[in-house]
């Protein structure tokens, strides 16, 4: 189930006068590392690039709760920080987050809701709710490969 | 008594300005300068509005570009095509001298342009640099900032903020200007703000929380929360609306207020993508809840 309400309550995106921007795809993409200093001003990055990738509205914010939520686990449970990629793939933006920690594969995300007492597994099973494709990953590093998750949102409008 | 900036009557993050908008704003070191104006910047290109960055004059624009992409893609393309303008104050009055009436006059003309050209908004960012830059009187800004320039905005076509180095204006000059403008914006990305909702009933505890909640302002959250927690009002108010931003542990810890308050009833007000985390995570299932939003 992704988010269903399209647009913006502010109007999302109006087209300037002279077209969308023909900037090359490497205009589009965002790649950094981050760590736990860095969330909330990862965040107004990542909003200008969904919104220059096409994203608007509660799809823009859907990706970027779920981009939150998997920077917040890499901070937390694998070392402090990690790497984060935005880009366009096809009809959908999606957010790559990489760390060096333990690891984990998708058994640890819930078929149902957790109860609201349960402290584990709501980040990931609400990434799954928020978004249109969540796949975990591992690493290439040595002992400790590390995590490779990737969330993914469709536009609407894809033709750009 | 030193400058707050956070003692404003109504304080906003940048994605919440709007047309017609005119906005103080405060730095104090160049992150929470550039983090303010790359926002701002990058949320009116991507909205389609055109643009006007005042930078500080004595910043070549090959900086001022490298700063403002640190916040987003790059701009080379809006500068390019016009939608992005990159100006010096004194261009609104040269070649004659400085005047608050030319200045405007200047501004105006831009705004105008800007719609003759095909754009439905238009927004500056004015880093107020420029004052000690051209020897402006101070005084004369801060009666254009409060009461000189009110008719830019009537429209709703044209939003600005105006940028204060905290540590080149006195205290008393940034609580005029502070005054002087309807808005202020948080002074940075990551910030939480928790305000007493006035318009709560007698039997209501009510709080408002502004900015943003994630693992960087949890402590904060987590403590207005148990503010909403200790209090022994029969009913509860969490004004989220001017939230912009809610991680799911934030959203998770306030259903479970919620479930935790037997006898009394808790309402959250909220709009967009938090009513949907809420509902997804389960508000439906507490019967003293009522989520008020879209």
New interface residues.
Partial sequence: MG?T?EG???????????GP???GPA??S?ETRFT??D???L???M???A??LGLAG?RR??L??SA??LA?NA??HAGGGGRLALYRSGPLVCCRVSDSGPGFDASVIPEC?PG??SATG??LW?VR??TDGLEIGRGDGGRARGAVVTCCVRLTHPAR | MPFQAEEHARIVSVERLRPGDHAFASYVDEESRWATIGAYTHAGISRGERVLLFADPALPETTVLERLEAYGPPVGFSVRRGQLKLLTMDRMWLPRPLSVERQMAGLRREVEEALDDGYATVRSAIDMAWVASFGADIEQVLWRESEGCHYLFRDGHYTEICTYDETRFSDDELDRASAGHPTALLQRPGTLLAAPLTEAADDTYGLRLIGEADLSTRERFDAALRRVAASDAPRAVLDLTELTFLDIYCARAVLRLAAAADGRRVVIRCGGIHTHTFLLLGALDIPQLTVEGE
């Fill in positions: 988010p309400t913006s309550p502010d109007g999302g995106p109006e087209r300037p006068p002279g921007a023909p900037d205009d589009h965002l736990s200093a969330l909330p001003s965040r107004v990055l909003g200008a690039y919104a220059r509660r914010d859907a970027l709760l939150n939520e917040d901070i937390r809701a609201l007492g709501w980040g609400t709710q928020l």
